[in-house]
């Protein structure tokens, strides 16, 4: 028997880089967490069976939870853009949102609240310009994929329940993500900058991510899109710099030229050649604030550089 005042909260896609921070960081704040998984369950472990390209779902998750959190999708740098791959990445995203907002209208839930991922990349290579929430959305790969799962999402509504969108930055961790291709370049001597080096990384510590959903469940006038990225962006030239001076090596700064890179990977090299300004401002409105508001911060808590 869970006490009525714990708040259930209910993991779509909780098990990647994110979802596993964030599962930490909920359950020391002393909510219940249980998740979706595609994989077998054992009867009360926390884990209720689901599969979105079949739309099968234990709808006793549904039934259980106080906020459903949907941070469910394949990742966008896993593999090269083929076509199929772009079809994994759209639909993984889109049968998943459209399951859990289907079965939120035709299941009995006490579900108050949806928190639902989206990217910056739905603005696509915005050059030095500030960017807001209500700015200009990209027609490119990332840009369409974003604002085809926003749709998606807005469907929550439909249940009568209050919708956040996180346009969620590179989110920096020791965990993987971002951090890990480039610290591995650093231990070879290498720091590489990507084309010009001029782009803009808008980047977020995993932590102060996992602080905003939680501001996000409590205050209930949060609502809508927000940015989930840092208040000082850096170039990615400027990013590299720092991270060679903390790790306090001897690293080479070596620039990448684009067509390389577009070699390399193809059309997928948006995801290192492109880059957002991205403001911080409406969420910092809420009166959210950053324990990681500066890169330095984030990246000497994260190297253990303290």
Avoid at 41 to 64: C, L, N, R, S, T
Wanted: with cysteine; hydrophobic share 40%.
């Amino acid at each position: 028997m869970i006490p009525s005042e714990i708040k259930t909260v209910l993991l779509a896609g909780g098990s990647g880089l994110i979802g596993t921070r964030l599962r930490e960081h909920l359950e020391s704040k002393n909510y219940r967490v249980i998740n979706l998984t595609r994989k077998a369950v054992e009867p009360g472990k926390g884990y209720f069976h689901w599969d979105p390209e079949k739309k099968v779902i234990d709808q006793e998750a549904i039934k259980q939870a106080d906020i459903l959190i949907n941070l469910a999708g394949t990742s966008i740098a896993d593999s090269r853009w083929t076509a199929r791959q772009k079809r994994k990445i759209i639909n993984s995203r889109i049968f998943a949102t459209d399951l859990l907002t289907q079965t939120l209208l035709t299941t009995p839930n006490k579900i108050t609240a949806v928190i639902n991922a989206s990217a910056t990349g739905i603005y696509g290579h915005t050059d030095n310009r500030i960017i807001r929430e209500e700015s200009f959305l990209a027609t490119d790969f990332l840009g369409l994929t974003c604002k085809r799962w926003e749709d998606a999402a807005a469907n929550f509504k439909k249940s009568g329940k209050r919708l956040v969108i996180f346009r969620i930055g590179l989110v920096l961790s020791e965990d993987g993500g971002f951090l890990k291709p480039l610290l591995k370049a650093l231990s070879f001597g290498i720091a590489p900058v990507f084309g010009s080096g001029e782009q803009y990384q808008s980047w977020i510590h995993i932590d102060d991510l996992c602080k905003m959903i939680n501001k996000a469940i409590i205050n209930e006038k949060i609502e809508g899109v927000y940015n989930a990225v840092g208040p000082c962006p850096l170039s990615n030239y400027n990013f590299m710099k720092l991270l060679t001076q903390l790790k306090e090596g001897n690293q080479l700064i070596i620039k990448i030229p684009a067509f390389i890179m577009k070699l390399i990977m193809g059309e997928m090299s948006a995801l290192v050649l492109e880059g957002t300004r991205a403001s911080s401002k409406k969420i910092e409105e809420t009166g959210f604030t950053f324990t990681y508001p500066q890169a330095s911060y984030a990246l000497r808590n994260i190297l253990h550089k303290h």
